[in-house]
């Protein structure tokens, strides 16, 4: 479709189901827009390190290893969603990061000139103080990517 509106569509995942319907939805545009959709996820390193500080996931001679660990399930997790019904016929790219998850989300909408990020309004840490006092991802991504971002909620029969 020449001159289409969204040519490159940015969708973050967190693999929670809000994530999961806004991938959805990033596939129904790109669909409409014959657009190619980045898929992204994002290891937050710092949860990672509190976590591993409180001996939750693992002890500082497995950082490595578990280092390892979670990107193989990122990428398992995204192959699942690019191998999914929505994504049929679709120009896919998938991409797993290490660091806070806004500031590479924007980074990656601006170093792949993205016209349009699609991402959950909540995701798997919805409830956390970080949300309380500095705001969600996905109101940091709004602030932050340089072009538009379309927040995705989970769909109310979901929701029940």
């Known amino acids: 479709m020449k001159g289409a509106l969204f040519s490159h569509i ?16 990033a596939c129904d545009l790109a669909r409409l827009c014959e657009a190619e959709v980045v898929v992204v996820y994002v290891i937050d390193m710092g ?9 939750l996931l693992a002890v500082p001679s497995d950082a490595a290893a578990q280092k390892r660990r979670l990107r193989h399930y990122a990428r398992l997790q995204v192959r699942r969603l690019l191998d999914s019904e929505a994504a049929k ?14 500031v590479e989300i924007a980074k990656m909408a601006r170093v792949e000139k993205v016209d349009l990020v699609v991402m959950g309004s ?15 991802t996905a109101e940091k991504v709004v602030r932050t990517a340089g072009c538009p971002v379309l ?4 769909p109310v029969k979901a929701r029940s």
């Open 10 to 25: 940015l969708v973050p995942v967190d693999f929670s189901p809000c994530s999961e319907e806004a991938f959805r939805v």
């Open 47 to 55: 949860a990672v390190a509190s976590l591993n500080k409180l001996g």
């Open 89 to 102: 016929g679709i120009a896919m790219k998938r991409v797993v990061l290490e660091g806070v998850p806004f």
């Open 122 to 136: 909540y995701g798997g840490r919805s409830g956390s103080v970080d949300k309380i006092f500095f705001g969600s």
């Open 151 to 154: 927040t995705v909620p989970l």
